[in-house]
């Protein structure tokens, strides 16, 4: 765990780094970046992940008999009744009814002989009150057949069975439920009932709780990354639709792992349930969104209303949030394919082939695993995409850095260059006083000014010295474009300039402006990269 909080800070180190490079090491920067986050979640998954290796048995699908409770009796039917039949468990439906449920539950020698607590597993939407072998063993929340009697009961539960009601062979287990409280009516509320050992019921779900929790450090880690990009690159639409793209699906996986956390109401599964098809849809809709807008469509608003519809009515139709959740998602992939797919043909770009092998391995994924992409699938591939699209977008944006500092050194090139034209035809004139006495000097006259104490030294090309009565701030503001602040205590006509020097005696200042007259000009190291580059640029 320390370990991968190093990590995290050596990324964090690294990513700032890259952040005052140029082009020339960006990329190189960004790779270490990725590279090291990649290595810190292996590590991190492997320093903390368990196996979750437990003895469970199942109650026996064949042996499920249901009958619709009547009335508010809690005793258990002969389940001889009429209106008692077999079902298949994942058919069992207590929703806005109550129900008694029996089961046989297959118990073996080699399980008896485990020294651990056994409990009773009741993964369901429902509340509930168990029987094992004729015993009662507890209640989750109060089931009943009126709505308003009912308490509503956890989602995952377990019943503790004490050792001497385990028998070899066939074990009875029954079960009273009822479910009046759910917002929503689901395809199959009962999903797991059987023994085990006895333990936390999110237990069940945490077989890749660490890697999960990696892959959201993955996702709120590029999520920043790409708040940082939106705000500094010029692209800022695409930049901002792939951190929505991050941020959804961050909210998604919170929510799926949510159940390996947290215990919680059975109500509140709708809720959950809802919530992951909604972050689903927003993920799949700002997906084909950024497409459209980082490969420039001409016809944006078509193809987001006709995705949104169709989006709309597959999930509508679809059974089971496992589908819906992945209809959400395979809907505006399968669009974005199709629209990169098209421009790829009418463009022939490498680039645009590999994205469309990319849209192209992300729908066929939905596809092969339709029932269970949403559960992990998903997020695997959303974090690789992710990934992918945030070092092309830093890779972007350290060119973009790159042309507006070229951009900005031709504009002052050519500033100063017009300063110089204007200089010659209409020379400026700089308003000296001192002791009382004002003064005019033509600009182009003056080699450099130095400041010293409460006056400032005026150097003339003839080599003449003037006094000014103020402060080296006041005779900047005077002057032109043509001349440049090289140290605090020094500005310079970048006419006079022959060359500058690397300081080769190591004091304080970066290096030395060598004049036509002689003289040597000392430049701050701060602004020594700048100095170099105008007065190159004015040398040529």
């Known amino acids: 765990m320390l370990y991968s909080v190093k990590c995290i800070i050596f990324m964090g180190k690294t990513y700032e780094r890259y952040e005052k490079t140029d082009k020339r090491y960006g990329d190189l920067i960004m790779k270490k970046v990725i590279f090291s986050g990649i290595l810190c979640l292996l590590l991190f998954f492997i320093s903390v992940n368990k196996v979750y290796a437990q003895s469970i048995i199942s109650i026996d699908n064949e042996s499920i008999v249901v009958c ?9 039917p002969t389940f001889d009744e009429d209106n008692c039949h077999s079902q298949h468990l994942s058919t069992v439906d207590p929703q806005n009814k109550a129900i008694w449920l029996k089961a046989n539950l297959p118990v073996t020698q080699r399980y008896l002989q485990r ?10 939407k429902m509340s509930s009150e168990v029987f094992f072998n ?10 009943d057949v009126l709505s308003n009697k009912e308490f509503v009961g956890q989602m995952d539960v377990r019943f503790y069975v004490p050792p001497k009601l385990i028998k070899q062979g066939d074990n009875e287990v029954i079960i009273y439920a009822s479910s009046h ?3 929503i009516s689901l395809a199959s509320p009962i999903h797991f009932i059987g023994l085990a050992e006895y333990d936390d019921p999110q237990s069940f779900f945490q077989r890749d709780l660490w890697l999960l929790l990696s892959l959201l ?23 901002l639709l792939l951190l929505l793209m991050a941020v959804l699906s961050s ?39 950024f497409s459209l807008q980082k490969y420039n469509s001409s016809h944006t608003k078509t193809w987001l209303l006709s995705t ?30 199709i629209f990169i797919s098209a421009k790829y043909f009418k463009e022939r770009d490498k680039k645009l082939l590999t994205v469309v092998c990319i849209y192209a391995f992300f729908s066929l994924s939905i596809v092969l695993t339709f029932s269970s992409f949403h559960a992990n699938y998903f997020y695997y591939i959303v974090t690789a995409m992710i990934t992918f699209f945030v070092i092309n977008k830093a890779n972007e944006l350290v060119k973009e850095k790159y042309l507006r500092k070229k951009e900005s050194e031709q504009v002052l090139k050519l500033q100063l260059k017009l300063e110089q034209i204007q200089q010659k035809s209409t020379p400026t004139k700089l308003k000296l006083t001192s002791a009382g006495k004002t003064e005019f000097l033509l600009t182009q006259d003056v080699e450099y000014c130095k400041a010293a104490g409460d006056y400032v030294e005026i150097f003339l090309v003839n080599k003449q010295l003037s006094l000014f009565s103020g402060t080296l701030k006041a005779i900047e503001e005077q002057l032109p474009a043509t001349f440049i602040k090289v140290h605090r205590s020094y500005i310079v006509n970048l006419e006079q300039v022959v060359s500058i020097l690397s300081n080769k005696q190591g004091a304080t200042s970066g290096g030395l402006l060598m004049l036509q007259t002689g003289a040597e000009v000392p430049v701050s190291r701060r602004i020594l ?12």
């Not at 619709?68 to 258990?76: D, G, M, Y």
């Not at 020294?115 to 369901?124: D, E, M, N, R, Y």
């Not at 993955?218 to 692209?235: M, N, V, W, Y």
């Open 68 to 76: 619709l409770a009547i009335s508010a009796f809690t005793t258990p």
């Open 115 to 124: 020294q651990q607590p056994s409990g009773l597993f009741v993964f369901a």
């Open 134 to 143: 004729g015993q009662r063993l507890g209640n989750n929340g109060t089931p």
């Open 181 to 183: 409280h759910g917002f």
């Open 217 to 239: 450090g993955a996702l709120l880690l590029g999520s920043i990354a790409l708040a940082t990009i939106a705000f500094q690159s010029e692209d800022k639409k695409s930049t």
């Open 251 to 289: 909210g998604q996986l919170f929510i799926e792992v949510s159940r390996a956390l947290f215990s919680y109401s059975y109500p509140f599964q709708d809720l959950r349930l809802i919530t992951i098809t909604l972050f689903a849809l927003g993920f799949g809709f700002s997906f084909l969104a």
């Open 308 to 337: 949104l519809l169709l989006s709309m009515l597959a999930v509508t139709l679809i059974p089971g949030f496992d589908g819906k959740t992945a209809m959400a998602i395979l809907v505006p992939t399968l669009n974005s394919l």
């Open 529 to 540: 990269p700048r100095v170099r580059e105008v007065v190159k640029g004015n040398v040529e």
